[in-house]
């Protein structure tokens, strides 16, 4: 059964630093694709971040581009997401997401974890 | 970046209701397009990707068409375990982005 469970969210003031983690279980994570996509509170999905198989290659929204990192540990089949210069947009539940493919050029999301809250607040 | 815009913003609908929700691009994706449902405090589920095709473990009452920048989703005979809210997301081109949501409910 494929398993994505997030940690490391909660509350952090503006500015600062918070960095998120995905153990992955299930499957072998060295052969997809994985990302990182949000949910404002009562808000509709926003896509933050992509990276392939190995990690050679990533992608990110504008707005986070500069700020957040992705990356990933095929060894401990975990993903990251180290976030930056944290502002108060940035408050969401931020969900791990599987991508169907490696290079993640075309692909769509076939497995959600459950969710981690960051509260960027002071 | 592409805009989704999904239509509409809400639905009611009684038992055994056929519900169609619509998507459009603001640009041909080429049927690179993928619908999820998401339950009231639960995560996304994948339903339907490249259009048309059904996830492996989605009911059968669930179907997606369309093709350029026009979308749908359909399900029919509506059951009760379908009130949710349901997002598109193209995935043609980054960044990748999802329509606003269709929030499902009974009526």
């Known amino acids: 059964e494929v398993q994505l469970v997030e940690s490391g969210g909660g509350l952090v003031q503006p500015g600062r630093s918070m960095k998120l983690s995905c153990a992955a279980s299930g499957f072998t994570f060295s052969n997809y694709g994985m990302a990182w996509v949000r949910q404002a509170p009562t808000k509709g999905l926003e896509w933050v971040a992509t990276i392939s198989y190995d990690g050679s290659s990533t992608y990110y929204r504008d707005s986070v581009k500069g700020r957040f990192t992705i990356s990933r540990d095929n060894a401990k089949s975990t993903l990251y997401l180290q976030m930056n210069s944290l502002r108060s947009e940035d408050t969401a539940t931020y969900y791990c997401t599987r991508a169907v493919t490696m290079m993640v050029i075309i692909d769509y999301f076939d497995y959600w974890g459950q969710g981690v809250m960051v509260t960027v607040s002071s | ?107």
């Open chain 2, 1 to 107: 970046d592409i805009r989704m815009t999904q239509s509409p913003a809400s639905l009611s609908a009684s038992l055994g209701e056929t519900v169609n929700i619509e998507c459009l691009a603001s640009e041909d994706i080429y049927s690179d397009l993928a619908w999820y449902q998401q339950k009231p405090g639960k995560s996304p589920q994948l339903l339907i990707y490249n259009a048309n095709s059904l996830q492996n473990g989605v009911p059968s009452r669930f179907s997606g068409s369309g093709s350029g920048t026009q979308y749908s989703l359909k399900i029919n005979s509506l059951q009760s375990e379908d009130v949710a809210t349901y997002f598109c997301q193209q995935y043609n081109n980054y960044p990748r982005t999802f329509g606003g949501g269709t929030k499902l409910e009974l009526k």
